[in-house]
């Protein structure tokens, strides 16, 4: 392990080609002009180029945690219920180094105890080939800023495009085999690492977010901006449609809904993702809402990316995608709340 | 176990939600172990008497209409309000834009005397109503799910969520993102964004959300050219007689 090995350009086609045929794979595909999506792929020529390519709509986190997925089957007349795990063998190909952050968030925010099973067998059987940009996808994305521009681990795979051939990180025994297994690999050599250090130092100057915040300093932004005006400005603007944190890879809620079968004595229990953002989120029995106001919602939605989860995980939960800003048609970006907060704070 | 008679009844509508019904296949056989409809004109010709549940469609626009959905009302144990017309008026809401008498006119030039007619009205503002199918027309798995809430005496909570939440769960590209507008963030989802699963825009069929932000959304609109007049006609063409209840949960 921790291997490195080149795969000429010219050999890519036969290495995904080999890949579909040996495992199910997803990969990024386009979705509509500007949208992409990830999803089965049969052949390379459905794999979106990786110079368009931006953030997918939802992030890879759907292969681990689902939209909706039955959790429980059950026999209300018998009094019988069973667990569900539905999981399958997917390779996910070219995930982002934003969006390997993500999936190392939710691990561990569901390998808190009580442990998440059907989460965690999921994401025993996903293989993950992650890819490296070498610029920002858009004007969105903040990932340099939330640190997360470079790989920290995460994939089995890593691609780093070093113009006639890819370097390809080993980092587990399951991609040490795929890259055995699949031979179109040479080893790779000192000055192979040399070049993809030279590409990393490029990156530094090429990954300007226009935030000039530390983490310590972003931290001290956040904690202590519970009463700041920006939030009642975003409740104003704010439809409340959810999309911001649906589309989120470090946004976990669900709820769990019975329905039972025409039979009216068998069903299924299933858990569907929730949001913070709707309007019966934070309501208990009764009808009351623990956060009625939209300017609460948003500021929930800010805290849980940069305050809460630093003292739960410490780590920021915003993994700099900016998907949240370009599924917002009321235009609130992220970056914009970010130097919001400081102008509020040095008084402007 | 013992089947639960259900009757479907017409207002002013187009009679294309009990259409989904007719369209329902195999689905509608399981659905006829549970259920034995005693009144449907849709798909049978004779009347039966007794029934147990009332599925309304339509809204309420003549004093007639006033009496017979009374009348219903007193018979039935159960009244599900069934499309948009039932539940929020619809588009026969529209009417209410306008003078009465003017409408009249318009619609049966010089035999208007001959006809009745008040503002339109959703089921709701007639008579108790104990469960909702919005949208135009119904989305059928919701009808099913409905059904299942009556047949165990639950109740039904209609989402008071977006269609956004079901149209990104579906991975659509956004309207938004083509220069489209789209009423999703404002309308209650439940027919897992029926329409921009394939390729057109949400209408608002099933009502707005319990607590839309209109301003926010007419910024967003206004940003994209609209009109004022336009927007609210838009907001209008399902929601003009009234905003869907929300159904809390007991
Ligand atoms: S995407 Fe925008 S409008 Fe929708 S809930 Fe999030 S912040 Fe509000
Ligand atoms: S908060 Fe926004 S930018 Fe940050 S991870 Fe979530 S979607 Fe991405
Ligand atoms: S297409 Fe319409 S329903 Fe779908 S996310 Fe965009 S605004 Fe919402
Ligand atoms: S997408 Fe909108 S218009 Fe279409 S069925 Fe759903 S609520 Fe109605």
Redesign the pocket.
């Known amino acids: 392990m921790d291997q490195y090995y080149r795969l000429n350009k010219t050999e890519c086609r036969e290495f995904v080609g080999a890949l579909t045929s040996r495992y199910q794979v997803v990969a990024p595909v386009k979705r509509g002009e500007k949208s992409f999506v990830f999803a089965r792929i049969s052949s390379p020529d459905e794999i979106a180029s990786p110079e368009e390519y931006i953030p997918t709509i939802i992030p890879p986190k759907k292969y681990f945690f689902p939209q909706r997925e039955t959790i429980l089957e059950y026999d209300a007349v018998a009094q019988r219920q069973k667990a569900v795990m539905e999981y399958e063998k997917v390779v996910i190909f070219g995930v982002r180094t934003c969006d390997l952050a993500g999936i190392q968030c939710l691990n561990m925010v569901f390998s808190e105890r009580p442990r998440d099973v059907n989460y965690l067998i999921r994401k025993n059987k996903l293989i993950i080939i992650g890819m490296e940009c070498w610029d920002y996808c858009d004007e969105h994305a903040l990932c340099a800023l939330m640190d997360n521009h470079l790989p920290k681990g995460g994939y089995d795979l890593f691609f780093s495009d070093l113009g006639d051939y890819h370097l390809i990180h080993v980092n587990t025994e399951v991609g040490e085999e795929i890259v055995r297994s699949i031979g179109v690999f040479t080893e790779a050599t000192g000055e192979d690492l040399k070049r993809l250090q030279e590409f990393r130092e490029k990156k530094r100057s090429a990954f300007d977010t226009g935030i000039d915040l530390s983490h310590p300093e972003l931290m001290d932004l956040f904690a202590n901006c519970e009463d700041a005006r920006v939030w009642e400005e975003l409740g104003e603007r704010c439809l409340s449609?959810g999309?911001c944190t649906t589309v989120c890879p470090t946004c976990y809620c669900f709820d769990v809904i019975d329905e039972i079968n025409l039979d009216l004595r068998t069903g299924e229990r299933f858990r569907i993702w929730d949001s913070c953002q709707n309007e019966d989120f934070a309501k208990v029995a009764g009808g009351e809402s623990f956060r009625e106001e939209r300017s609460g919602r948003q500021r929930h939605r800010y805290l849980r990316k940069f305050k809460y989860p630093l003292a739960k995980y410490s780590r920021f939960f915003c993994t700099g995608c900016g998907r949240c800003s370009r599924?917002c048609?009321a235009q609130i970006h992220i970056k914009e709340t970010i130097k919001a907060l400081i102008a509020e704070r040095a008084g402007v | 176990m013992k089947k639960v008679k259900v009757a479907f009844f017409d207002f002013a509508c187009c009679e294309g939600c009990q259409l989904q019904v007719a369209n329902m296949g195999d689905l509608l056989v399981d659905l006829l172990d549970r259920i034995e409809l005693v009144e449907f004109r849709e798909v049978m010709s004779e009347r039966g008497g007794d029934y147990e549940v009332a599925v309304v469609e339509g809204s309420i626009t003549t004093h007639h209409d006033i009496e017979r959905i009374k009348k219903i009302r007193e018979k039935a144990k159960i009244l599900i309000a069934y499309g948009a017309c039932a539940c929020t008026g619809g588009v026969n809401g529209m009417k209410n834009d306008f003078d009465l008498e003017d409408v009249k006119r318009y619609v049966y030039q010089d035999k208007a005397d001959w006809f009745d007619t008040v503002p339109t009205m959703a089921v709701d503002q007639v008579v108790k109503v104990d469960y909702y199918v919005p949208g135009c027309p119904v989305y059928i798995p919701e009808f099913v799910r409905v059904l299942k809430c009556v047949l165990q005496g639950l109740p039904y909570k209609v989402p008071d969520y977006?269609?956004?939440v079901e149209?990104?769960f579906n991975e659509?590209e956004?309207?938004?993102d083509k220069g489209i507008t789209?009423?999703?963030?404002i309308t209650r989802a439940g027919c897992n964004?029926w329409c921009?699963n394939n390729g057109n825009?949400?209408y608002g069929c099933r009502g707005m959300v319990s607590n839309p932000n209109k301003n926010a959304q007419m910024e967003v609109l206004k940003r994209y050219g609209i009109p004022l007049e336009w927007i609210i006609n838009k907001f209008n063409m399902y929601n003009r007689a009234k905003e869907i209840q929300p159904q809390e949960k007991e």
């Open positions: 449609c999309n599924a048609m | 977006a269609v956004c149209c990104k659509n956004c309207m938004y789209c009423l999703g963030p964004s921009t825009i949400c």
